[in-house]
């Protein structure tokens, strides 16, 4: 690439950009993560200085992650779900990050049939299919059940009541997540979907579940607001989603009216190593974890689970470059872009927006300090300890340069 075009695409990464009518004052998004600052379901003051941190830093948008659209869509009982009863607490932390110039998305999940949540409704979580529920085995929860077609249609609801819910309080964008081993992506994948009906078997029938939710969300938000998806280019594992699925889910989501896709990868449930590249998380989570189960299954499994992927810049670049071909909608990068080279690298490939995670722990004013800095690179390590904190008392961190370490 020549100097010129370099120092062009840097300067595109610090221009507004829109996304379905909504102005973003640069092309940096804060990724979605569950932050574990919302004990017993609740938003707390210390989520809203977690993300302040990044709007202080110059992110154009943040994302608050895993905002479960029902009860029983949380894998945790401290993850957050929508309803009226958080309405005061988010409609401060959304008015307190409009504030300071940030726009807000909200990350709409649900765990399906991998859950350790002990508040659910019902006896075993619901998936796609009867299948084991890995999350559940350290408090007794072996097992997922299949939805009926009830469910299904009683989950598109939830989505709906969400999305309503969620655009009230002031949420600018919504993030459907697709992606990661959770409920929408297990319908998608082979690997755990073996339903007989017409929500399993092809891959346009295994898409059938997230293009119902698509539309009813779309319904419920309108057509002039910000729908955003995120998925797994690549499920990492014999006979899951792999590359080439993902050109077809992306022309499906595309033809379906989607505004963004994050083109992510892995999945939390066989290969998370996948999506994070670098250090492997097994000795950090066999440190941390408390369940004297899961640290068994974790040496047990953990070699064949946590494979190792030597990090390197736009570890998803190419395979990215072939779903930005395929489609007209908004394209969102995720995936080891860590420094300003690699931002404009980006910017020139034609992708529109970048999502940043692990970078934003270590250098929460990583914007405005890139902006300054045209040699700038992220002091993040890849060193993945991180992830391990994703349950921690102190919230999710960065390990080595976090103040709440």
């Known amino acids: 690439m020549t100097d010129t075009l370099a120092s062009d695409g840097a300067a595109d990464c610090f221009s507004p950009a829109s996304i379905n009518g909504l102005e973003l004052k640069n ?19 210390h989520l809203n200085i977690f993300h302040g941190a990044f709007a202080d830093g110059g992110i154009a948008m943040t994302t608050l992650g895993y905002c479960a659209v029902e009860m029983d869509g949380r894998l945790n009982e401290n993850m957050m779900y929508m309803h009226e009863g958080i309405r005061p607490q988010l409609k401060e932390l959304i008015a307190d990050l409009h504030g300071r110039g940030t726009k807000v998305s909200g990350q709409m999940g649900h765990c399906g049939g991998f859950s350790k949540n002990i508040e659910l409704s019902r006896k075993r979580p619901l998936g796609p299919s009867f299948g084991l529920n890995g999350l559940g085995l350290s408090r007794g929860m072996l097992f997922c059940d299949a939805m009926t077609v009830g469910d299904i249609d009683a989950l598109v609801a939830n989505y709906r009541k969400a999305a309503v819910f969620m655009k009230s309080v002031g949420f600018d964008a919504l993030e459907i997540h697709l992606g990661h081993g959770y409920g929408l992506c297990q319908f998608m994948s082979p690997k755990t979907n073996k339903r007989k009906d017409s929500y399993g078997g092809s891959l346009e029938n ?27 280019m690549t499920e990492g594992v014999r006979g899951g989603l792999h590359y080439d699925d993902a050109v077809v889910i992306s022309k499906l989501l595309d033809n379906a009216g989607i505004d963004g896709i994050i083109t992510s990868g892995g999945t939390s449930t066989m290969n998370p190593m996948i999506m994070f590249r670098g250090g492997n998380i097994l000795p950090s989570m066999l440190k941390t974890e408390k369940s004297l189960i899961m640290r068994l299954i974790l040496r047990l499994a953990g070699k064949s689970m946590f494979k190792d992927y030597p990090y390197h810049e736009l570890y998803f670049l190419e395979q990215a470059k072939r779903i930005r071909d ?10 080891g872009a860590s420094s300003n080279a690699s931002f404009a690298t980006l910017m020139e490939q034609g992708f529109d927006f970048i999502q940043l995670g692990r970078t934003l722990l270590s250098d929460p004013d990583l914007v405005n300090s890139a902006e300054l800095n045209t040699d700038f690179v992220s002091r993040c390590t890849h060193c993945n300890d991180c992830v391990s904190t994703i349950e921690s008392p102190l919230g999710i961190h960065c390990t080595q340069f976090s103040s709440t370490k």
């Open 27 to 45: 092309r940096f998004i804060k990724a979605g993560t569950f932050e574990n600052m919302t004990p017993g379901g609740m938003p707390s003051e």
């Open 206 to 232: 295994r898409m059938r579940l997230p293009l119902q939710v698509l539309a009813a969300v779309r319904d419920a938000v309108g057509k002039d607001f910000p729908l955003l998806a995120k998925i797994s």
């Open 326 to 335: 395929a489609v007209s909608c908004k394209m969102i990068y995720v995936g």
